[in-house]
């Protein structure tokens, strides 16, 4: 079991293109699966991250916020100017634009917390990155929307802070309450713990993928190139920055992690929301909802591959 559980982690990057396309393909599939069931999920992953993490993680990420500073200014520098870049580089149209931008310009995705933990990163650190750039975003988001698009949004920031509290801080904290309580079955969980993240973010991504099909079939190959390019600069920026910063190896994946991958469902939901009018500009979000991961996987593949100790 244990051999069948490294498996599906190792090749956990196929597993999800896989699902994605047979979601592209056939995503009647998925069409009895709400996409409300996701962040439930992510929750399921979460709870198995506290189960591997101490106090002591915690203590480490809040008696070092440089680390925490650092990685958020990254996120809301880096991703916000790529977008508008990347969107006068390919003259996108005024509702693709404002989808790029609502995505550069959103907080750290939950998702890059599992990833995260996938690729041997700091984990606490990453939660930390992503809870303080949630927090900042009901200003952030607002102001870096309107001074690179040049239109006003609101963020919900109710909303967000019950998301990261329900998604993210309450299932770790009861995963560290299991650990505490039931240390030797918490120890022994650990093995089958990827695998599980694994098989949730390939479903996550089917489910995602087969809500939006008929959004990615229109959005056109050039919408793709350019979240494509916008993820893959934001995650090689990020890793610079950490390395600039003389962060470890593992501060440097989590950093990179965490400015590549953003909560580009807060940004579907933002286009939708006050851009009723450009419909259009929910594509971009559902595109790198569904890009993120998959990149995200073989990133957690190539930062734990043997043959990069360094990186």
Same mark, same amino acid.
């Given at each position: 079991?244990?051999? %069948?559980?490294?498996? !599906?982690?190792?090749?956990?990057?196929?597993?999800?293109?896989?699902?994605?396309?047979?979601? %592209?393909?056939?995503?009647?599939?998925?069409?009895?699966?709400?996409?409300? !069931?996701?962040?439930?999920?992510?929750?399921?992953?979460?709870?198995?991250?506290?189960?591997?993490?101490?106090?002591?993680?915690?203590?480490?990420?809040?008696?070092?916020?440089?680390?925490?500073?650092?990685?958020?200014?990254?996120? @809301?520098?880096?991703?916000?100017?790529?977008?508008?870049?990347?969107?006068?580089? @390919?003259? %996108?149209?005024?509702?693709?634009?404002?989808?790029?931008?609502?995505?550069?310009?959103?907080?750290?995705?939950?998702?890059?917390?599992?990833?995260?933990?996938?690729?041997?990163?700091?984990?606490?650190?990453?939660?930390?990155?992503?809870?303080?750039?949630?927090?900042?975003?009901?200003?952030?988001?607002?102001?870096?929307?309107?001074?690179?698009?040049?239109?006003?949004?609101?963020?919900?920031?109710?909303?967000?802070?019950? #998301?990261?509290?329900?998604?993210?801080?309450?299932?770790?904290?009861?995963?560290?309450?299991?650990?505490?309580?039931?240390?030797?079955?918490?120890?022994? #969980?650990?093995?089958?713990?990827?695998?599980?993240?694994?098989?949730?973010?390939?479903?996550?991504?089917?489910?995602?993928?087969?809500?939006?099909?008929?959004?990615?079939?229109?959005?056109?190959?050039?919408?793709?190139?350019?979240?494509?390019?916008?993820?893959?600069?934001?995650?090689?920026?990020?890793?610079?920055?950490?390395?600039?910063?003389?962060?470890?190896?593992?501060?440097?994946?989590?950093?990179?992690?965490?400015?590549?991958?953003?909560?580009?469902?807060?940004?579907? #939901?933002?286009?939708?929301?006050?851009?009723?009018?450009?419909?259009?500009?929910?594509?971009?979000?559902?595109?790198?909802?569904?890009?993120?991961?998959?990149?995200?996987?073989?990133?957690?593949?190539?930062?734990?591959?043997?043959?990069?100790?360094?990186?």
């Amino acid at each position: 079991m244990k051999r %069948l559980c490294k498996l !599906i982690a190792d090749y956990m990057g196929l597993l999800v293109l896989l699902s994605a396309a047979l979601a %592209l393909w056939q995503p009647e599939v998925f069409s009895h699966v709400k996409p409300t !069931i996701i962040n439930p999920m992510l929750g399921v992953i979460m709870f198995g991250m506290g189960l591997t993490l101490k106090l002591d993680d915690f203590r480490v990420v809040f008696s070092r916020p440089r680390d925490v500073a650092t990685g958020c200014l990254a996120q @809301f520098t880096v991703m916000p100017l790529l977008a508008w870049v990347l969107a006068r580089l @390919f003259a %996108l149209d005024e509702a693709l634009t404002v989808g790029v931008v609502l995505v550069g310009c959103s907080p750290g995705g939950t998702a890059s917390n599992v990833i995260t933990y996938l690729a041997k990163g700091d984990v606490a650190l990453s939660v930390g990155m992503t809870a303080t750039s949630t927090l900042l975003a009901p200003v952030a988001t607002p102001l870096l929307v309107w001074l690179l698009a040049g239109k006003t949004v609101e963020v919900n920031v109710l909303g967000m802070l019950q #998301s990261i509290l329900w998604v993210v801080i309450i299932p770790i904290v009861v995963g560290l309450a299991v650990k505490r309580l039931w240390p030797r079955q918490a120890e022994r #969980s650990t093995a089958y713990l990827p695998a599980l993240s694994s098989i949730v973010i390939c479903t996550i991504v089917a489910i995602i993928i087969a809500a939006n099909a008929q959004k990615l079939l229109t959005g056109g190959l050039v919408i793709m190139l350019v979240v494509i390019l916008h993820n893959l600069c934001g995650l090689g920026l990020g890793y610079a920055i950490g390395r600039l910063s003389g962060m470890n190896s593992a501060k440097r994946r989590t950093v990179s992690i965490e400015v590549g991958m953003q909560n580009s469902g807060l940004a579907s #939901s933002l286009a939708t929301l006050h851009f009723a009018s450009y419909p259009l500009a929910t594509v971009p979000g559902a595109v790198f909802s569904v890009w993120h991961n998959l990149s995200g996987a073989f990133v957690a593949h190539l930062y734990t591959k043997k043959t990069m100790p360094n990186v």
